[in-house]
């Protein structure tokens, strides 16, 4: 490899001192760390871009300055230094610092410190460890009625308390099956694994999706009315996905409405864009709660999702369609009026298979 300075040495020879440190530094440019070689007598040979950047960014730019300074100076003085930053200004944001003796840790001849933005990495753990508390928690609920009822089973005569009994068993694990299979749904979707997408008529998805709902509505006397889908309308889509989530949104329209009210499937077409809607006459969401209900397990009313037999993991899979599909989901909603779920897609416009 070659470039124009290295033509100005003689063959065999490597670049001057000064000429290598000038290397280096470009090279650090590059690096996604911060990083800052001090001398030992502490002054600073080398700063790279990074970390100019990462210092440099509001009000704690001092502080973050200073703490780079003093792990330099531990680190001229022998030791390793590590230590993470909480800064507060102009964001919240997260700095992890460390520094390390160069040369010999006895006289150390310089010391070099890397700076990383840990924010995100932080937010992420944050994420999982709530998470997996709450997965804790929702499952050992069904788990702790399953075990009270054969508890309670164990010795039971009475046949009509045995029938009852054993009722509740069945729908506790459902319910449980039902969280281990959205459970896997979601991480199947968010770990990418959402095959190909292949144009498919909206009309069969929005047919599927609906299919059986009939039944269930008319059971808790609501009416399902479901409005027409143009044939010619096609979208590009994994069809069970797309169509299981409309199904959700169906689902939740039925659950969170009273015996009387209807439920109506309707499809709008726009530039581009085409979105299923799914109105209902229910119970309505609060503002404050309405961003938040696609988080997982995030429920307005936990007693009624838990009587409803919901898994809190609805439309988090759903927004997860949504967007995988290129698309959008969007609530309105007003507390004892009613709730409207769309979820918008791009119009797909070749028309080749059904897939
Ligand atoms: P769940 O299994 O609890 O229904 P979802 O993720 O599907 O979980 O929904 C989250 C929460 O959003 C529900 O617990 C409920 O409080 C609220 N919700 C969803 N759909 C509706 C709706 N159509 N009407 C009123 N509230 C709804």
Redesign the pocket.
Known sequence: MTDGGAGEQPAGAGPGPERALELVAEALAYASQGIVVSDAQGRTLLSNARCRSLLQTGDGDILAEKAVEAALQRARSGEDHSETLDLYSPTRHTLEIRAFPLGNRVEPRGAVALVDDVSELRRLESVRRDFVANLSHELKTPLGALSLLAETLDGEDDPEVVSRLTGRLGSEARRFSRLVDDLLDLSRIESGGTGTLVPVPLAAVVAEAIEGFHETASARDIELAVGPVSTATWVSANRRDLASAIA??VD??I??SEPGGSVTVSVQEGQGTVCVSVR?Q????PRR?QER?FERF????RA??RW?G???????IVRHVAAYHGGDVTVT?TEGE??T?GICLPVCQARTTDG
């Open positions: 959700n949104l939740n329209a659950k969170y209902d229910g119970i309505g969401i709660d209900i995030y429920r307005v009313d009624r999702s409803t919901g898994t809190g993991l609805g439309l988090a909603s009613g709730s779920f």
